[in-house]
Every structure is written in structure tokens, then in C-alpha cells.
């Protein structure tokens, strides 16, 4: 989303996809993982609207849609591909639209190679660092403008692609174009040329989908965009936990781009979002690579200083809002550091940590079992049973010297010492364990104050409905008074190296017995100040980089305007417009459809009476409509930049994707993303099939940790994955709440699902001999996990590569806490991830299904070793699986191939 569009969050609102004329929902359960959203879904079909569901397996959001699609899991790109094909060979994109406002006409480098040239890789890949230079992949005469394999390599290790969740993509706005659409090199052509050999019959062929009904999806989705109508899209985590989970978002948002439903009413990609402030926890992140507003982390190597820090953020010479990152970044250090922060000690860049690599959760894990980590903070989160790959994250908690969970209950991370599956197994003997864990009672979201920041990128003001009873506190209460503490005992002994803390703002007001801090306060702070008065700022344009405004998140200022807590907003719907500006307070500046320029026409006016949303008043001389304008008020559509202009002023009056290099929505991303400029298909990392489309079976830059700890089984091309015949994928209930510790106590949810189960369908349960209710488990190279066998039509074996594929369903909600425990389905997953964000892969692997209880014990270890000796782990296949010739082809050398590189 961020390199396509220029901000990560989901674009449109949950309400206004009763405005759609058509609804996608792919990779998401809407009706059962967000049913509250979902009645706006059900309103835009009370209204007409056809909603489609493409999944894997029969949902009650499948039961709710006018047609539901089953897919093969991990094909979505060629389902999605298809489309595009379809709507460029019949040229049934919105033109006026793909002119104006996306890079179709962008004319690339003649050294560009395509994956149809280089059998599944771009041109530039170095098979050494599986990562790509992508000068190649540049407009034309700005190869300059690429990142070499190294610098890729480097982003990859610490996802720094997760910066353009509010960055847009880097390229630069002066370049070639043919807004004819014939050049060869031009986006438009090389995107047809790209998804050519998309066709039925491959989606037949790879996804088990029939073409009727790719064609009655790219029907529908195409009839219900252009000028008077509008398509949404939804998805969530079906598309995102794969290995190649960021380019199946892409090629919703070429679909979407080309069909120009960016930016207005009823269209728009919502990206649902999961735990209740989960949009929150990247926008103030609790992420290693990130700092708040999607400011990167400092890198040791690149970022030296604050100059290097600022100029990597604000691209200079380049146009978008981003030409002010050194106002946002000094008023965060201004946040941080106040008056400690000066112009002479570059505002305390110092006292900022830097990395130098992957520190993501699951390296962090695997350096633990290393005994690289000594102590942990866990907070919030259940990875023992949440995360994949259970028994290493086990493994990795029983190798600590200490560790502090904090939590509502007791969960499975908190007592693996003493009940873990390891247990079992001998693999941690609880006199041995010597991991110290302090377990401390947190308060719930419903015993302290703060915002949520939903799916919709809205900030919710939340009261404490009750005081937290015991020991309980808020993470507020721990963070304030631990940090005071530790700066009490610094301060003692007063070494120069402790400055970054002691010279900390540490100031927050308190109240109540606890000493409670004040949430308003810290709110007041993230909306950011001008420090000489205190006045709360307005909007971030007010953000100066001379050190006289102080802001916790640049996105995030104006929720607190005019010294008043906008996000604590309720006004009545019927009270206000439908869009409902005074509900709660959304980023940026209280926009509820980003790009929404795009609404209207180049000149301004609304593409139509039925889809207006904000235009230009030439009267008025400004922007109005039913939302805040993405694009300076007073801006009119004809401005046009004066030559040389950066930032800001180098924005047109057409430009409606203001974080972009360039402007524009982008169809192709010359830079921001490692596996590729545009989506292409590649199987999970592990799979039953050979790629049918590429001798590349799957991303050659994904991040998979080959240690022995983590074997991944064996696909095409390497070997015939008969040990583990068959894909098995996992989701939610509604029932229950992710690893479970939230609703495995409590006693209604509990009884509604007492167990776990394993869905199959009846075809997979006669030749398993398989029994309705009865014990199966589910084996991999990793665990057996067993639970009871639910025989459901739910799933359906699907017709793929002439052969039939049954694909196995489980929740993984469960572990060995509350009032019904089960086996963890985390266990089975070994650890691949996605290069560009490093999310594991958790929705498609390969598996085998027995009838009974798994063995116990040693008995269960003999079985794994087993599978692990017949599918031959040991022996791994390369990662690149294209023929390397291709690669120096495209790289342009001398040098002769180098042979794919074994480790990781
Ligand atoms: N009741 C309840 N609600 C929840 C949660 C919960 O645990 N319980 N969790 C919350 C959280 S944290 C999140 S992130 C959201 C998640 O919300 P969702 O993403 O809607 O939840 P999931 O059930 O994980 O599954 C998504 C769907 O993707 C499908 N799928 C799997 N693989 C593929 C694929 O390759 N292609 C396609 N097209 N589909 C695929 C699955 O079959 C499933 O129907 O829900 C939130 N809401
Ligand atoms: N196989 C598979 N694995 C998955 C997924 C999948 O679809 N398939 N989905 C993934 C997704 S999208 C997610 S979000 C993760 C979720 O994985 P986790 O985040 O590890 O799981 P949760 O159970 O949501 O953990 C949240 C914990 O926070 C505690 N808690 C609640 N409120 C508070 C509070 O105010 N303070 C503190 N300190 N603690 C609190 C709860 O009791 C709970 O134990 O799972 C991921 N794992
Ligand atoms: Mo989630």
C-alpha cells in the first residue's frame, strides 16, 4: 500500500463501503474477524451492490456474498493477474483516470528485463546476496535513483520497506512519458507484457478456479468502476502472511489503480487491521526498525549523523509532503530530549539507538536459543502459542536469564517451564530451566485510559470504566514508573554514557493512589507543541525543524488541536454529515478517504453527480466537498510547478498521491519494494506444485532462516513432496480470540468451542480414513498436532495441474491454558518470511494427516524424526531455482554465475 499509494493505511472507511457498488473480499473472513464493520458490507448489498468472497475456505463471509470463489491458498497473484490481463487486453481501464493519475505512461530504462524474460527473476538480481540492484528497474534516465544488492540486502534484514507506510516511493517527478500508452517501455505496455500469459486457462490450471468464474468476478469488478461507480476491496491477514504477501496487495492496488477506484466514496482498498489498536502499534510503533510516524530507525552504517538520518527521509530535490521530514524528525527528537535538545548537539541524534541488521521477533527468537539474549520484555503478546514455529519460540523463552511478561492471565509464554509441549518430550526440564520470569498483572483495555487506533486509521479516546483491582496497572503506570527508577538509580551514578536517559522528558503529570500518569498528557505530547508558548499545534504543517516545535508523531498532530481531545469525539451520526467528521479523530489531519483528489477529475470537477466527493470551487477559490482535501486547500487544479521546485511546491494541482516521488498512484515501483516492481507468482515456500509459470519456484528473496532448528520441507523442482501431500492452512473463529488466552477463559466462549478441531473435506477423510469427531493429527518436519476431525464440505479438494489437492484447515487458537486446551497449531510452521515487512508465513504449508492421537513422548520425537529422514530436510534446495545464467544476463557482468547461496 505504502509504495503503490504512498501511505500504508487503509484508504477509504468502513462505513463508506455501504457506497460500493461492488465488494472483493479476498484473503479476509470480514463477517466473522470484523462483523462489526461487516454490516456496512451487508448495507451496500441491501443497496445493490454484488459482493464477491475469494477464500480458500467456506465462511460465513462466503455464505453472506452473492458468489464465493475457493482458491487453491498462495494463488492469489494469478488469480488477481488474470484480471489485470483482462482489463488490459480489452482496454477496459478508466483512462482518464490512468492518465492523470497513476505512472502508466512512465517510461522505464531500457535495461529493464522482465520475469518473462529471465524465467521468474528481474533484471539486476545477484544470486549471491538473493537481492536485487534495481537501477535497472528505474524510469528512464534515473538509473541513478536505485538501491544496489547490498543496500537491498540491508533493507531486507531490517524490513525498512515498512518506512513507506507513510513514505510513498522514492523516484524522482522529471522523467520521460508517453501519454499515448504505445511506447514499449512505457508502464502501461510493460504491465500488459508482464500479466500476458495470466489467462483462465492458467487460472484453471494454478488456482483450481474455473474461468467462468474468474470471469464473473473481472466482470463484475470492472461494470461497477469508471466514472459513475465504484469497486472496494477488502483484505486482511489471508493475504498478508505469505512470502510474497506484499506483492499480493500490489496487485490489488494495480486492479485497483487501473479501474480508478483510488480516492473516492465506495472504493478504495480497506486493509482491515486486527487487535484493537494494531494500526496504532506501527503508526507510534513497537517496531524494531521503525520510530513513530514511520520515521526509520537509525542505521549505524547509513545514518552517521542527523544530516544522513534527515536526507534519507526527506529525499531531497524530490517532490511530496516528505521534503519536510527534518521538521518531523527534529520535533520528535524535541519530544524525546527538550530542552537537552539543541542545535549544537544535533538535538540529541546521539542518544538514539541504531541498528545494524535484523533484530525482527523471529531473529530475536532464534538468537535466543543461541544464547545471544539475556533478558526479555513480553508484553501483550502470547508467542508460544501466536507465533510460528511454537517450539522454537519455547525453546528460545526456557534460554533466557530473565524474563517480565506482563498479561491478564497466566499464558502458555509465561509457563512453558513447567507445562510446554517440551515438557513431554524432555527437551526442557523444569529444574534446569534457569530462565527467572516475572509474571505481573496488567490492567485491561477496560481499567485505564488511552486511544485505540482502529482500522481506519481513527483514534478512539477510551474511559477507565473501572479501577484495576490488586496489582494490576496499566502499561502507562509500568513504563512511567519504571523508567523513573531506573533514571533515579542513573542519575546516582552519574556516567556520561546514561545521558540518552537522563536527559529525557520524564515530566508526565500523576494521579490517584498509583500515581497514575496522565494518558491526556502524553496524547498532548504526540500531537506535538510549540515549545516556547505550550499551544498545542494544529496540524503538522506547523512543524518546524529549528527546534521550536516538539511532536511525538508528526501523523498524529492535530488530535489534540486547540488544547482539545479530539479523538474523544462523539457526535451522533445523525447530528453531523454521513462522513462524520466528529467521530473520534482520523490520520492525517482528520482525512477519512486519503488521495481523495482523485474524486475528481483533472480539472476538478467530480467524475460524477452520484460519486462526488471533494472538488474545486472556482468561486471559492479552494477545495471543498464532504472531506478534508488531500491536497493544499487553496491548490488549484491547474497549478503546475515552476521548474526545479521541490517538496511541496513541486506538487501539481493534479497530483493527487502527495507522498509519491512522482505524484502518482504507482502500477509499477521502481523502488521501495525487494522482490519486484510489479507482483509476479510464486508458490509458498513450501508447496505440493511446481510453479507453472516460472522455472523460479518461489521468492528468491525471501527470508528463510536455514538453521537446524528450522527445517522447511521439501518442493518442486528440488524433489516430489510425497511425505507431505497436502497444503494446510489456518485462520480464526469467531468464537475465540488469537492464541486464545482472552477467550479459552472465559466460560461462553469456551463451551461454543471447546476443542480443537481440524477441518478436511469428506474426499480427504475417506482416503486418510479419517472419522467425523474422531482424533486425526497433522504432521510436518516440526510438530504433530492433534485435535478432532471435523468432516465439512467447507472445504473442497480442488482440480489443480491435473490433479486433485485437498488442503487441511485449522484454527490456532489453542495451548495448554483455560478452561479448554488443545494442541497449538503455531507448532506445525516452520519460520519463512516476506523480505520486504519479514511477516511469517503462517497461511500455507505442506503437511501430512493421520487417523488417532499423536505419540507422546519420545515416541513423538521418533515419528518427526522419521518424516524428517523420508522428506530428506537435511538435503536443502536452493532458494534460486531459475537458471543463474539468466542472472548475469540481466546484471549486465562478466563474471561467470555464481552458484545460489545455501545459507541464509
Ligand atoms: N473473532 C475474532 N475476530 C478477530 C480475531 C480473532 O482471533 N477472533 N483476530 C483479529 C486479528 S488480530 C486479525 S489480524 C483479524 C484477521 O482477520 P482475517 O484475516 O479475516 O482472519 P483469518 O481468519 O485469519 O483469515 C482470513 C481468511 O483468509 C483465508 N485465506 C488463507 N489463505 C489464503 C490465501 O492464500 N488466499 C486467500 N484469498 N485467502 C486465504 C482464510 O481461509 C480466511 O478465511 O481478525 C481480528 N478479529
Ligand atoms: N498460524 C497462525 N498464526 C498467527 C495468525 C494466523 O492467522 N495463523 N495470525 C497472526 C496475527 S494477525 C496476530 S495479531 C497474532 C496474535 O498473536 P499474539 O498477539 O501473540 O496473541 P494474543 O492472544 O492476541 O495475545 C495478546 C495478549 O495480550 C493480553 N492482553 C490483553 N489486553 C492487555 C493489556 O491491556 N495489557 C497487557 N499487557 N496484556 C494484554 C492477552 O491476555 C493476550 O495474552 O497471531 C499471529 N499468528
Ligand atoms: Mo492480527
Not at 161 to 182: F, K
Request: proline letters at 6%.
Amino acid at each position: 500500500m505504502g509504495t503503490s499509494f504512498g501511505r500504508g493505511g487503509a484508504t477509504n472507511f468502513q462505513q463508506d463501503l455501504a457506497n460500493a457498488d461492488c465488494i472483493v473480499i479476498q484473503g479476509s473472513n470480514m463477517a466473522e474477524a470484523h462483523p462489526v464493520g461487516f454490516q456496512w458490507v451487508m448495507e451496500a448489498k441491501r443497496r445493490g451492490a454484488k459482493v464477491m468472497h475469494v477464500d480458500p475456505r467456506f465462511t460465513r463471509t462466503s455464505a453472506l456474498a452473492d458468489t464465493f470463489v475457493p482458491i487453491r491458498v498462495g494463488t492469489d497473484i494469478v488469480f488477481l493477474g488474470a484480471i489485470v490481463n483482462h482489463i488490459l487486453s480489452n482496454e477496459l481501464d478508466f483512462r482518464e483516470y490512468v492518465l492523470a493519475y497513476t505512472n502508466a505512461s512512465s517510461i522505464l530504462s531500457e535495461d529493464y528485463l522482465d520475469t518473462e524474460d529471465l524465467d521468474g527473476l528481474f533484471s539486476g538480481f545477484d544470486p549471491e546476496t538473493r537481492t536485487y540492484d534495481t537501477a535497472t528497474w528505474q524510469y528512464a534516465g534515473a538509473e541513478a535513483a536505485g538501491v544496489d544488492e547490498d543496500d537491498a540486502a540491508a533493507d531486507r534484514s531490517t524490513a525498512s520497506g515498512m518506512q513507506h507506510e507513510s513514505h510513498g516511493m522514492p523516484v524522482p517527478e522529471e522523467h520521460e512519458r508517453d501519454e499515448t500508452l504505445q511506447h514499449p517501455r512505457c508502464v502501461y505496455q510493460v504491465l500488459k507484457r508482464h500479466f500476458a500469459r495470466y489467462t483462465p486457462e492458467l487460472v484453471e490450471e494454478a488456482c483450481g478456479v474455473s474461468r467462468e468464474q474468474l470471469r464473473e468476478v473481472a466482470e463484475a469488478w470492472v461494470a461497477a468502476s469508471g466514472r459513475e461507480r465504484t469497486t472496494a476491496l477488502v483484505y486482511s491477514v489471508g493475504w498478508t502472511q505469505h512470502s510474497v504477501g506484499a506483492q499480493y496487495i500490489r496487485t490489488g492496488a494495480i486492479i485497483q489503480l487501473l479501474l480508478g477506484n483510488m480516492g473516492r466514496p465506495g472504493g478504495g482498498i480497506m486493509a482491515l487491521r486486527g487487535h484493537a489498536s494494531i494500526q496504532g502499534s506501527t503508526d507510534i510503533p513497537t517496531l524494531f526498525n521503525l520510530l513513530p510516524g514511520y520515521l526509520v530507525m537509525p542505521d549505524a552504517r547509513r545514518h552517521p549523523d542527523l544530516a544522513s538520518w534527515v536526507q534519507d527521509m526527506s529525499m531531497p530535490g524530490r517532490k511530496g509532503l516528505w521534503g519536510n521530514g527534518a521538521a518531523y524528525a527534529v520535533s520528535l527528537l524535541k519530544a524525546y530530549w527538550g530542552e537537552a535538545a539543541t542545535e549544537d548537539n544535533d538535538w540529541c541524534y546521539d542518544h538514539l539507538p541504531r541498528i545494524d541488521g535484523d533484530h525482527g521477533t523471529y531473529r530475536t527468537v532464534l538468537d535466543m536459543i543461541e544464547g545471544k539474549v539475556k533478558g526479555y520484555f513480553l508484553l501483550g503478546q502470547n508467542p508460544a502459542v501466536g507465533s510460528a514455529h511454537g517450539r522454537a519460540q519455547r525453546l528460545g523463552l526456557a534460554n533466557l536469564e530473565w524474563l517480565v511478561v506482563r498479561d491478564l492471565y497466566e499464558i502458555e509464554s509465561a509457563s512453558f517451564w513447567k507445562d510446554s509441549p517440551e515438557i513431554e518430550t524432555g527437551e526442557i526440564v523444569t529444574e534446569e530451566c534457569a530462565t527467572e520470569v516475572f509474571l505481573l498483572p496488567a490492567a485491561s483495555h477496560v481499567e485505564k485510559e488511552g486511544t485505540f487506533t482502529q482500522t481506519q486509521r481513527m483514534l478512539q479516546w477510551r474511559e477507565k470504566a473501572v479501577d484495576p483491582t490488586g496489582d494490576r496497572r496499566s502499561e502507562l503506570w509500568f513504563f512511567y514508573h519504571l523508567g523513573r527508577i531506573v533514571r533515579e538509580r542513573l542519575a546516582a551514578r552519574g556516567e556520561e554514557r546514561d545521558r540518552p536517559l537522563l536527559d529525557l522528558t520524564w515530566d508526565y503529570p500523576v494521579h490517584g493512589e498509583h500515581d497514575e500518569p496522565s494518558a491526556e498528557a502524553v496524547l498532548r505530547e504526540i500531537n506535538g507543541v510549540d515549545v516556547a508558548t505550550g499551544r498545542p499545534l494544529s496540524t503538522f504543517t506547523e512543524l518546524r525543524a529549528d527546534g521550536s516545535t516538539a511532536g511525538g508523531c508528526w501523523i498524529y498532530t492535530g488530535v489534540y488541536a486547540d488544547g482539545v481531545n479530539q479523538a474523544a469525539r462523539r457526535r451522533p451520526g445523525a447530528e453531523q454529515s454521513w462522513v462524520a467528521p466528529e467521530w473520534g479523530w482520523v490520520w492525517p489531519a482528520n482525512r477519512r478517504i486519503l488521495y481523495n483528489r482523485a474524486s475528481a477529475d483533472p480539472d476538478g470537477r467530480p467524475w460524477s453527480e452520484r460519486k462526488a466527493y471533494v472538488w474545486w470551487d472556482e468561486e471559492a477559490g479552494e477545495w471543498t466537498g464532504h472531506d478534508v482535501p488531500d491536497i493544499e486547500r487553496t491548490k488549484p487544479p491547474s497549478y503546475r510547478h515552476e521548474p526545479g521546485a521541490v517538496g511541496v511546491d513541486a506538487l501539481d494541482g493534479t497530483d493527487a498521491f502527495v507522498m509519491q516521488g512522482d505524484g502518482r498512484g504507482a502500477l509499477f515501483v521502481p523502488n521501495g519494494l525487494l522482490d519486484g516492481p510489479l507482483p509476479t507468482h510464486y508458490e509458498p515456500v513450501e508447496s505440493p506444485f511446481g510453479n507453472p509459470l516460472y522455472g523460479q519456484q518461489a521468492n528468491p528473496t525471501r527470508v528463510e532462516y536455514r538453521e537446524q532448528v528450522n527445517p522447511i520441507h521439501p518442493s518442486p523442482p528440488a524433489e516430489d513432496p510425497q511425505v507431505f501431500p497436502f497444503v494446510f492452512t489456518t485462520s480464526r473463529l469467531t468464537e475465540h480470540h488469537t492464541a486464545g488466552a482472552m477467550s479459552r477463559q472465559l466460560e461462553y466462549l469456551a463451551e461454543l468451542q471447546p476443542e480443537m478441531f481440524v477441518e478436511v473435506s469428506p474426499a480427504l477423510a475417506r482416503e486418510r480414513g479419517l472419522e467425523h469427531l474422531g482424533w486425526c493429527h497433522v504432521v510436518t518436519a516440526r510438530a504433530a498436532v492433534e485435535g478432532r476431525v471435523v468432516v465439512t464440505d467447507r472445504l473442497r479438494p480442488l482440480r489443480v495441474a491435473g490433479r486433485v489437492v485437498h488442503q487441511v484447515w485449522l484454527p490456532y487458537h489453542w495451548g495448554s491454558k483455560g478452561l479448554v486446551t488443545g494442541d497449538s497449531t503455531n507448532d506445525l510452521f516452520g519460520i519463512s518470511l516476506d523480505p520486504n515487512v519479514l511477516i511469517q508465513e503462517t497461511k500455507a504449508g505442506t503437511c501430512d494427516v493421520r487417523p488417532g492421537r499423536r505419540p507422546r513422548g519420545a515416541a513423538l520425537l521418533d515419528l518427526l524424526e522419521g518424516y524428517r529422514t523420508r522428506a530428506g530436510t537435511a538435503d536443502r534446495r536452493p532458494i534460486v531455482t531459475a537458471d543463474p545464467r539468466a542472472v548475469t544476463r540481466s546484471a549486465g557482468r562478466a563474471d561467470a554465475p555464481h552458484r545460489p547461496e545455501e545459507g541464509s
